[in-house]
């Protein structure tokens, strides 16, 4: 079966510096989709960066960049240049991979909630 | 372009009585997703619909049923409600089922059972 695991249930950082949150996965599958998602106390889900099994570059967005290291099953984001605004709960997800490579859902790990101070 | 929403933004129920939530996809999007995501938890999958059909499902009992109409728009209906069932509901919505496309989720119906 498929599982996300995040193993920080809390982080904190210094604004402007960078911090690393961990995703491990687990798959026997070769085509897969991994995401890293932002959720402020609002709610709402904010799509960060996508990162392909077969992409063989790190995904990077902006002040987002996703350390994927395929054989160790592990898909880690890295914020650099943290700013208050990044105080948030974050998830990281899988996309399961149905018949005929259609996307399927999202599998989501317990999260890791991020504080920067001032 | 309006974003996906869903309506409404809280609801107070008590145990047993049926609730539905809404959900309007974004403009253009013809798959939308339901999750439940209880306290301190990751959200779970609940089930998905692409072009009115189901085409996924998650653990969730069958009191959980869901339509998809011809805009894309979507409900999530939920039977004899129990104590257990009180969680944020999100929804999501993208263009197809290419495992890369992203999903952009909606703000969330916070459901609380008594």
């Known amino acids: 079966a498929q599982k996300i695991t995040q193993t920080q249930p809390g982080m904190f950082v210094q604004e402007k510096e960078a911090v690393t949150l961990d995703c491990t996965y687990d798959?026997?599958?070769?085509?897969?989709?991994l995401f890293w998602y932002k959720q402020p106390s609002s709610g709402e889900m904010i799509f960060l960066i996508y990162?392909?099994?077969?992409?063989?570059q790190n995904a990077t967005e902006g002040r987002y960049s996703l350390n994927f290291q395929k054989a160790r099953k592990s898909a880690n984001l890295v914020i650099s240049a943290s700013q208050l605004g990044d105080s948030a709960m974050y998830f990281c997800?899988?996309?399961?991979?149905?018949?005929?490579?259609?996307?399927?859902?999202?599998?989501f790990g317990q999260g890791t909630e991020l504080s920067v101070k001032p | 372009e309006t974003g996906v929403t869903q309506s409404p933004t809280h609801l107070i129920k008590t145990r047993g009585q049926q609730v539905t939530l809404r959900c309007s996809s974004q403009?253009?999007?013809?798959?939308v997703s339901w999750y439940q995501q209880a306290l301190g938890q990751g959200p779970q999958f609940i089930f998905q619909?692409?072009?009115?059909?189901?085409?996924g499902r998650g653990n969730f009992p069958p009191r959980f049923s869901g339509l998809q109409f011809p805009n894309y728009s979507s409900e999530l209906n939920v039977n004899a409600l129990e104590l257990d069932d009180s969680a944020l509901y999100l929804c999501?919505?993208?263009?197809?089922?290419?495992?890369?496309?992203?999903?952009?989720f909606g703000p969330g119906t916070r459901l609380t059972v008594l």
């Open positions: 990162q392909g099994s077969y992409d063989e």
């Open positions: 798959t026997s599958d070769q085509s897969y989709g």
């Open positions: 619909y692409y072009r009115e059909e189901e085409n």
């Open positions: 997800a899988m996309r399961e991979i149905m018949i005929y490579n259609q996307g399927g859902k999202l599998i």
């Open positions: 403009s253009g999007h013809n798959t």
């Open positions: 999501a919505s993208s263009f197809g089922l290419a495992v890369y496309n992203e999903q952009f």
